[in-house]
């Protein structure tokens, strides 16, 4: 059973076999989405996330992480993301401190390798961070 929970203090969705754990939590301004991320309708999916960081925008600590770490992800997916990582963009325009943490298996270059496309897209400082299984 999916938990799900969306509210102006935060967003959790647990992590299903076709979509990512979300873990949005403004307080500490720590940000995470983790899993695979193959929803059937991604904009259906991401749209709430979306809006979310749009209010988001509003009352932002002074920084912002935003950690993704996926295993996978379908191409309708990424536009979702890079519309995310287009918004917090905003909040660095704002003078706030955003960073990106791209998490991915060492052994995965291709995740790597989108990554580094989507690091060259938008104007956030990228870590990208290998790990091991």
């Not at 102006?8 to 940000?31: N, Q, R, Y």
């Not at 991320?37 to 991401?46: I, Q, R, T």
């Not at 920084?63 to 191409?75: G, P």
């Amino acid at each position: 059973m999916i938990t799900k929970q969306i509210t102006g203090k935060g967003i959790f969705l647990e992590k299903k076999a076709d979509t990512p754990k979300v873990d949005f939590s403004p307080k500490d301004g720590k940000l995470e989405i983790s899993g695979r991320s193959l929803p059937e309708n991604a904009e259906m999916f991401y749209q709430p996330l979306i809006d979310w960081i749009d209010s988001y925008l509003n009352f932002a600590p002074e920084e912002t992480v935003l950690k993704i770490e996926l295993e996978y992800f379908n191409s309708s997916s990424v536009k979702q993301i890079l519309a995310i990582l287009i918004k917090l963009e905003e909040l660095r325009f704002k003078g706030k401190d955003v960073v990106v943490i791209w998490s991915y298996n060492e052994d995965d270059e291709l995740m790597e390798m989108k990554g580094r496309e989507l690091e060259s897209i938008v104007e956030l400082p990228f870590n990208l961070v290998s790990f091991s299984c």
